[in-house]
């Protein structure tokens, strides 16, 4: 039987870790202020939801999804995290499931499944702008493998989505590569080490050069493997090194 202690918890008296500035916030009756780090100002932060629940690790332990609005100065943001219920009390993974700023339309839903919280939101594409926000809604499932976040429908593979109209500029493999669900060396493989045909980026990525001082950069892109008249792809994040041969 799936142990359901987490629903005696109030999320909106805990402290939390807000993603669109990077720094933890105490919430009291769920709602927090605290100083700008940048700019002179408060930032305003406020549990959204309804709170849905799903044992999204696999453990027996249900666990939680609820989001953070937040505003100050500039800054309109609102993200969906997940809390573990890990060791007798809930446990914040601090990469969320779902994030939008100020030029985005407002996450559509997060609702809980079997397995993971399903997520509605949109996504900007050409023509969109700050006024309109993301035209295009995706729909994925979302869980935690390994204390990361991940996507595990419709494929497996990192929360970001990969545009297949963006992600068209060939860069030749530099080896075998393994792709990754964050932009971590410890987040969770998408693929095994595999010799990949092609990976396609968008035209920033592709640039041949870094920024002086770098040789690297974390790249979200398309990776194809090609087996006699059918091609694979998958999406993952991948460590590139600069300039590209």
Not at 13 to 32: K, P, V
Not at 33 to 54: K, Q
Not at 92 to 113: G, H, L, Y
Not at 118 to 138: H, K, N, Q, Y
Request: aromatic share 8%.
């Amino acid at each position: 039987m799936i142990n359901r202690a987490i629903r005696a918890v109030n999320l909106g008296n805990l402290e939390w870790f807000d993603d669109a500035t990077s720094a933890t916030i105490r919430l009291t009756n769920g709602r927090g202020e605290r100083l700008a780090d940048v700019v002179e100002g408060r930032i305003t932060s406020t549990m959204t939801g309804p709170v849905v629940y799903a044992d999204v690790d696999g453990d027996g332990d249900e666990d939680a999804a609820a989001g953070l609005h937040s505003v100050g100065e500039q800054l309109v943001a609102d993200s969906w995290s997940v809390w573990l219920w890990q060791d007798g009390r809930p446990l914040q993974v601090r990469r969320p499931i779902a994030v939008t700023s100020r030029c985005d339309k407002p996450i559509e839903s997060v609702a809980a499944e079997p397995t993971g919280f399903r997520v509605r939101a949109f996504v900007a594409i050409r023509g969109d702008d700050c006024a309109t926000g993301g035209s295009l809604p995706v729909t994925y499932v979302a869980a935690v493998r390994d204390g990361w976040p991940v996507r595990i429908e419709p494929t497996y593979g990192p929360i970001e989505t990969c545009d297949p109209r963006y992600l068209i500029h060939p860069v030749r493999p530099q080896g075998a590569t393994v792709l990754r669900t964050s932009q971590d060396d410890r987040s969770p493989a998408v693929t095994a080490t595999t010799r990949f045909s092609r990976l396609l980026v968008n035209w920033v990525d592709a640039s041949p050069y870094l920024e002086p001082g770098e040789s690297t950069r974390w790249v979200l892109l398309l990776a194809e493997k090609k087996s006699g008249k059918t091609t694979r792809q998958w999406c993952g994040w991948v460590r590139l090194s600069y300039p590209l041969s």
